[in-house]
């Protein structure tokens, strides 16, 4: 991987070989060193020979920009590619220039897909039989299906309370999956105790620094399809911190290597119950660990990439905000009942927070904007009946249908 330089800390800077298996600086306590991916920009663009088109089959249209060894074989389900869909009904109703990236058509329904892949490639790369991590149910399915394709045995870390829809697709694609009694950060840490044990790859986008570099194809790929016409805003929520950092780095590469020009303004958005970027970017002293949201994909009280999150939103010039748990609902049936756009509630809630922008007054009116659809919304059916109401009961008689529609009649 001559087009790789170094990992870097972003805590101090100690750089370690992209050649061998780590995941945080071992100068720090905890996981507090995450480590940065950097490149040979000369190398890549020399790499990269594709024309920006707008013809995007896949991520790995980006080979080139990923780190990926030109021997190796990627472990691919045809992740990315995924369409920029023009919203205007969803934008006359939230007062912008509304453009929405569907990300939940990915594989297995997730953006993380993106990343899953080039972990798994990696894995593969560096000789590991057995992959792992810790999820609420999007990371696992992910991370089960690239496995199932790869040849690679899965173990995956659940908490008590992941939805049962998410955790069927794991299933049937043969991953072992160990409900552990407690939260995700639990789950989350008793995963790293097993791949330090075990010697497992550990796909766990917090940590495993070759994650993020697949995130940020998403990135990549907005920089393309909005070439010439490159948003005002662009929003995602935000859990980890990983996917913002991912999405920025992505667009801000091709920026800085003039491929196109200039950057959008980073929103980043938290739930309420789950708000620990969002306090850290604001500088609130106090903050809350404990992460309670419907939108569970979301759900994280201990973020491992709030640095990386954070300057995601100061060097784009960007902000957060928060929303509650009825908001991200009610987004979820806004961008279904006007655009046709079926998202899991973390999904939804970049739609939340770009109308609490604009009442904030942070997104004016008229505003160039994209919002990042994440997920699916198969990933949480039982949400979505809370975000779209009841079945109608009527009896097989014309005239129950009459009375429900007599101007139709």
Not at 388 to 404: Q, S
Request: hydrophobic letters at 35%; aromatic letters at 6%.
């Amino acid at each position: 991987m001559d087009h790789v330089e170094t990992l870097e800390c972003t805590l101090c800077g100690a750089e370690y070989d992209p050649d061998q298996v780590i995941y945080t600086c071992p100068n720090h306590s905890g996981v507090k060193g995450i480590l940065e991916v950097t490149y040979d920009y000369d190398a890549v663009v020399d790499r990269f020979d594709e024309p920006l088109d707008g013809d995007i089959r896949s991520q790995w249209k980006y080979r080139a920009f990923l780190p990926v060894a030109d021997d190796v074989e990627p472990v691919t389900l045809g992740e990315g590619g995924t369409p920029l869909l023009e919203t205007p009904r969803l934008g006359t109703e939230l007062g912008v220039d509304l453009r929405v990236k569907d990300d939940g058509r990915n594989p297995t329904g997730v953006l993380k897909d993106r990343a899953t892949s080039v972990s798994v490639t990696k894995a593969g790369e560096f000789g590991r039989e057995v992959v792992t991590c810790a999820s609420t149910g999007n990371a696992a399915a992910s991370l089960a299906g690239f496995a199932a394709r790869g040849g690679l045995d899965c173990r995956l870390f659940v908490p008590g309370d992941a939805p049962e829809g998410k955790l069927a697709q794991p299933l049937v694609y043969g991953a072992d999956v160990l409900g552990v009694r407690g939260s995700y950060d639990e789950a989350y840490d008793l995963s790293m105790e097993v791949t330090e044990r075990f010697g497992w790859y550990n796909r766990n986008a917090a940590v495993n620094p070759f994650q993020v570099e697949g995130k940020r194809t998403v990135g990549h790929e907005l920089a393309e399809q909005t070439r010439g016409d490159v948003p005002d805003w662009l929003v995602f929520s935000m859990g980890d911190g990983c996917t913002i950092a991912g999405g920025w780095k992505g667009f801000r590469e091709f920026a800085d290597l003039d491929l196109v020009e200039g950057t959008p303004r980073m929103l980043g958005v938290q739930a309420e119950g789950a708000s620990a970027i969002h306090d850290a970017f604001h500088g609130h002293d106090d903050i809350d660990e404990v992460a309670e949201t419907v939108a569970d994909s979301i759900s994280v009280g201990r973020p491992r990439n709030t640095l990386k999150a954070c300057r995601a939103l100061e060097e784009s010039g960007g902000e957060s905000v928060l929303v509650s748990d009825e908001e991200v609902l009610a987004a979820e049936s806004l961008l279904g009942r006007t655009e046709g756009i079926y998202a899991e509630p973390a999904g939804a809630t970049p739609v939340a927070g770009l109308r609490k922008a604009r009442e904030a007054g942070i997104v004016d009116e008229g505003d160039s904007v994209v919002v990042v659809v994440t997920g699916n919304g198969l990933k949480d059916t039982e949400s979505a009946m809370r975000a779209g109401g009841e079945v109608d009961a009527i009896a097989p008689e014309i005239d129950d249908v009459v009375d429900r529609y007599p101007d139709e009649a």
